[in-house]
């Protein structure tokens, strides 16, 4: 089952490798307008570099073989402006992230989207929590999983990310 929805100003839709081609081909224009430096900064290495439609395809294809895609639309003007991922670790967790266009910044998108998909998981009923990884100099990010409600876990981790979750039950 599908988990779509729509908030104000936001349709998320999930993609898969069923995707119609003419659709991917859009899709794959897209995403390297969006995955620029500054988007893909605090972001995993295989988001970097993404500079063609072919290489946005072959990104695609990874990400949908490892997790959920989730394709977030503004309604007006009715374009592609970010993407939420959601890899199911087990059958109980899921592990979500999340990006919305420089363009799309600071317009308070990024709360509308989590949000409504935080909301969408509670209907669904599928998952117990839901999971953010934020590296730890990604400010924007902490400050929202936590105005959303998301609890800083204490991993036993040196590294640069923080984990968070979400308990949806």
């Given at each position: 089952m599908s988990l779509e929805f729509e908030t104000s100003?936001?349709?998320?839709?999930?993609?898969?490798?069923?995707?119609?081609?003419?659709?991917?081909?859009?899709?794959?224009?897209?995403?390297?307008?969006?995955?620029?430096?500054?988007?893909?900064?605090?972001?995993?290495?295989?988001?970097h570099g993404i500079e063609s439609p072919s290489d946005a395809e072959h990104w695609f294809y990874k990400m949908v073989s490892e997790s959920r895609l989730f394709v977030v639309k503004h309604k007006?003007?009715?374009?592609?402006?970010?993407?939420?991922?959601?890899?199911?670790?087990?059958s109980h967790d899921a592990h979500i992230g999340?990006?919305?266009?420089?363009?799309?910044?600071?317009?308070?998108?990024?709360?509308?989207?989590?949000?409504?998909?935080?909301?969408?998981?509670?209907?669904?009923?599928r998952w117990v929590k839901l999971v953010g990884g934020v590296d730890k100099s990604n400010i924007a990010s902490t400050r929202l999983l936590?105005?959303?409600?998301f609890v800083e876990q204490p991993f036993p981790n040196d590294g640069q990310v923080a984990f968070y979750e979400y308990q949806l039950t």
């Open positions: 100003r936001l349709k998320v839709f999930e993609r898969s490798t069923d995707i119609e081609q003419s659709e991917l081909s859009v899709l794959c224009l897209r995403i390297p307008e969006l995955l620029t430096p500054s988007v893909v900064e605090h972001l995993p290495p295989y988001f007006k003007p009715d374009s592609i402006i970010g993407l939420v991922f959601a890899f199911v670790e087990n999340y990006l919305l266009g420089e363009d799309y910044w600071g317009q308070g998108l990024a709360s509308e989207l989590l949000g409504g998909f935080i909301t969408k998981a509670k209907e669904e009923k936590v105005k959303l409600g």
